[in-house]
Nanobody, 116 residues
Framework: QVQLVESGGGLVQAGGSLRLSCAAS????????MGWYRQAPGKQRELVAR???????NYADSVKGRVTISRDNAKNTVYLQMNSLKPEDTAVYYC??????????WGKGTLVTVSS
């Protein structure tokens, strides 16, 4: 089991920046992929970005060029740097990990609110 705790959410004006962090504990040796999803009110949860243990990254088209995902394997932490934020980025952001056999873990989420 992997436990995940997100931090860094909050209220920011459009055009501003936020950095989300997610610290993993527990069976961290098994983690392969780390990533971030988000869920806006009334919408389905969607992938924002993911990063593999080898450093390969994927981004949703809606955030490309504005968001950077990174991870510090020594600290078992994944980060999401978000710049040029838009009101449509408002959502609860969830950290997730996938282990080497496909098992997934989720954090409780952190709320990001972007005001216009």
């Amino acid at each position: 089991q992997v436990q995940l705790v997100e931090s860094g959410g909050g209220l920011v004006q459009a055009g501003g920046s936020l950095r989300l962090s997610c610290a993993a504990s527990g069976s961290v040796f098994s983690i392969d992929v780390m990533g971030w999803y988000r869920q806006a009110p009334g919408k389905q949860r969607e992938l924002v970005a993911r990063i593999t243990s080898g450093g390969s990254t994927n981004y949703a088209d809606s955030v490309k060029g504005r968001v950077t995902i990174s991870r510090d394997n020594a600290k078992n932490t994944v980060y999401l740097q978000m710049n040029s934020l838009k009101p449509e980025d408002t959502a609860v952001y969830y950290c997730t990990t996938v282990n080497s056999i496909g098992g997934a873990s989720w954090g409780k989420g952190t709320l990001v609110t972007v005001s216009s």
